[in-house]
């Protein structure tokens, strides 16, 4: 068929046999790699299918206030488990000094010489040691499949939330913002999940332990050493913690600057050649890159300051202790043995500490993920279903605007006072200059965005009083940029309605006039398309966007018609494909090319926001008004030019 030609395409992506020189790129499983593929669908698990229920309106738990706490608890008995198995790591980590000091008194000093007692007590403390192990590895796999649970909730609860939001959400938020939401807020917070929360409660029920331990051992000891260490690590911690933070973010800041230095280089390498900017460029990289090494340096004098100030602080301790703690065993007032476990436990007592500050930026970062993640779950879609929506019947088609008003941006109206009544069936082709306000009508109707004033009726129903779902339903869209998902012809054609037999299909394929084209496919329709279609060409991503718009057979079609000039041959099957899929229905045709608006039943000019002319092609022309002069432009460049945005301000 005259069609193939059309695929010119950028060939196959595989060598995948003859079929594929028509052009569609090839997108299965090449014949070499079979029986790997085999081998590993072998190995598959079985992915029942899920039950998802999606309602426009959040149920009871989506409309909770996103917690950590609450989003942990909904895995109770993983919360106790992992629970006990911190308390349970914290208090056999601490039961080593207390044997120590029980071997020495009963078993080493003179007159207590016993190796039973010596003997029980080492094998005491090897069990507990290896209980305390295995604790904590039983600890780390609960709260790591805790976190992989809890996330994979969250990722669903915020994506589910993505397709809840209106159009005008998707346009202000950059996709990066949201991107990062989804990826290193919610790793941050998986991260505190899976370590910080657990390690903040280890180490701090130790530095609890080990206070309790310290103060029922030896009063007068346990004070000094806890009044005279104590606050000495806490002032320093208090410093460290706020010089490594103003650290962390001065690189944060810096790194960035050297990456968008980077990027702009990368990416203008053509100018910069061209107007031999190099040495200016490696001036500039050099400064960018100096000023994120001296925050790499600073970062380091931080922690090189830190941690050798936390152990004098130790030595200073253990130093304290040996004087007055001998002086005590010399009075009799302390137990070698408890001098010993003075002395160990003293050390450990650093270590949750260090931990803890080191940790806290960890905390932070989790804490601010989390409020950023609730910022997002909390906004409210602007188009929002009213909690009195009715299902919308099955319509005729009439579409009617009433005096509506509209503006993306507040007191700045886009359209203004439109008054238009569209019948049953009839095909209104909307033309004028760009920015008028085409789409943004075919938005209205398709209730992406609601008017500021005025009503949009379909059958006579405001379409605000009824669900989104049965809405949409019932009107089909076809944009300007045609969108293909990663996936096959056949997933691509059933999107909009999925029981869709293979007869049907066929018919779909052979009124846009693709079908010999895909039946020559090595799969057929069920020919996987790569990286959003981009290796078709814009016309044939148009017509199999308006075969999938056939299948779905709505009652209203609004077609934002494809500005890239096609080739005559393409526009022909196009117009085709147009006639039969306009069969019976109403039509909204944002029409960029004349040809398509002289095909309409009638046409609406709008201009500066407003309706300037509306009537059949016949009667515009014959008017003499602002549709006849581009008209008449467009018979002058040959009949081929698109609508001259210039044609109606003269
Ligand atoms: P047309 O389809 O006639 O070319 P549009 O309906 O797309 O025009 O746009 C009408 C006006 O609204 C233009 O001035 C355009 O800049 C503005 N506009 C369109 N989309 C947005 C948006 N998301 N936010 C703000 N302004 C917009």
Redesign the pocket.
């Given at each position: 068929m005259a069609w193939g030609g059309g695929f010119g395409g950028s060939g196959p992506m595989f060598g995948g046999g003859s079929s594929t020189s028509s052009g569609l790129p090839f997108g299965g499983i090449p014949s070499e790699l079979m029986d790997e593929a085999t081998k590993l669908l072998a190995q598959e698990p079985d992915h029942p299918a899920s039950n998802i229920h999606f309602t426009q309106r959040p149920n009871e738990r989506e409309r909770h206030r996103l917690t950590l706490p609450r989003l942990i608890s909904a895995y109770p008995k993983w919360v106790v488990g992992g629970s006990s198995l911190v308390i349970l790591t914290s208090l056999t980590l601490q039961a080593g000094p207390k044997l120590t000091e029980y071997a020495i008194n009963n078993g080493m000093v003179s007159g207590h010489r016993s190796l039973r007692v010596i003997a029980v007590c080492a094998l005491l403390y090897l069990a507990l040691a290896l209980m305390s192990v295995v604790a904590q590895r039983a600890q780390v796999v609960v709260t790591g499949k805790l976190a992989a649970r809890v996330m994979h909730d969250l990722r669903i609860r915020v994506f589910t939330h993505f397709q809840r939001l209106s159009?005008?959400f998707f346009?202000?938020e950059k996709s990066g913002v949201l991107m990062s939401r989804m990826t290193s807020d919610i790793e941050n917070l998986q991260q505190l999940v899976q370590d910080g929360i657990s390690q903040f409660a280890i180490q701090g029920l130790t530095m609890i332990v080990i206070t309790i331990i310290l103060f029922s051992t030896n009063v007068v000891l346990a004070a000094w050493t806890v009044l005279l260490v104590v606050p000495l690590l806490f002032v320093l911690s208090i410093w460290f913690h706020g010089a490594s933070e103003r650290g962390y973010l001065l690189s944060r800041d810096r790194i960035a600057n050297v990456l968008a230095d980077l990027s702009e280089s990368l990416y203008g390498i053509r100018v910069v050649t061209a107007n031999n900017r190099q040495r200016r460029n490696i001036t500039n990289h050099r400064h960018v890159v100096g000023a994120y090494r001296d925050a790499n340096l600073y970062t380091g004098r931080v922690s090189a300051i830190y941690g050798p100030s936390t152990v004098m602080i130790g030595i200073l301790g253990q130093g304290l202790l040996l004087g007055i703690g001998g002086q005590m065993v010399l009075r009799h007032q302390l137990s070698i043995g408890a001098l010993v476990a003075f002395f160990l436990y003293l050390n450990r007592f650093f270590q949750p500490i260090q931990l803890l500050v080191q940790q806290y930026n960890s905390l932070q970062q989790g804490r601010s993920s989390i409020i950023r993640l609730r910022e997002l779950l909390e906004t409210s879609p602007s188009v929002h279903e009213d909690r009195e929506a009715t299902d919308l019947a099955t319509i005729q088609g009439r579409i009617t605007f009433e005096h509506v008003d509209f503006g993306?941006?507040e007191g700045q109206l886009?359209l203004a006072d439109i008054n238009l009544e569209i019948a049953p069936g009839e095909s209104v082709a909307?033309v004028?200059?760009?920015?008028?306000?085409?789409?943004?009508?075919?938005?209205l109707a398709n209730r992406f965005y609601d008017p500021v004033a005025g009503r949009v009726l379909l059958d006579g129903v405001d379409i605000k009083n009824v669900t989104l779902h049965s809405l949409r339903s019932q009107l089909g869209v076809v944009p300007q940029e045609a969108f293909l998902f990663a996936g096959s012809i056949r997933t691509n054609l059933t999107f909009g309605r999925t029981s869709i037999t293979d007869a049907e299909i066929e018919e779909a394929l052979d009124v846009v006039g693709l079908r010999e084209l895909v039946t020559r496919l090595p799969q057929g329709v069920d020919t996987v398309i790569h990286e959003r279609g981009q290796t078709l060409s814009a016309g044939e991503r148009q017509l199999l966007a308006l075969a999938r718009a056939f299948l779905a057979r709505p009652r209203v079609l609004i077609l934002?018609e494809a500005t890239s000039s096609l080739d005559l041959h393409s526009e022909t099957v196009i117009e085709h494909a147009l006639d039969r899929l306009l069969e019976g229905r109403s039509a909204i045709l944002?029409a960029h090319r004349l040809t398509t608006a002289q095909r309409a039943d009638r046409i609406v000019v709008?201009d500066h926001?407003g309706i300037v002319e509306v009537g059949s092609p016949r009667e515009l022309i014959e008017r003499g008004g602002a549709y006849s002069k581009m008209y008449d432009a467009w018979l002058a460049s040959g009949g081929r030019d698109a609508t001259r945005p210039d044609a109606l301000s003269n």
């Open positions: 159009l005008d346009t202000e993306y941006l886009v909307f004028g200059p760009t920015g008028a306000g085409k789409s943004t009508m075919a938005k934002d944002i709008i926001g």
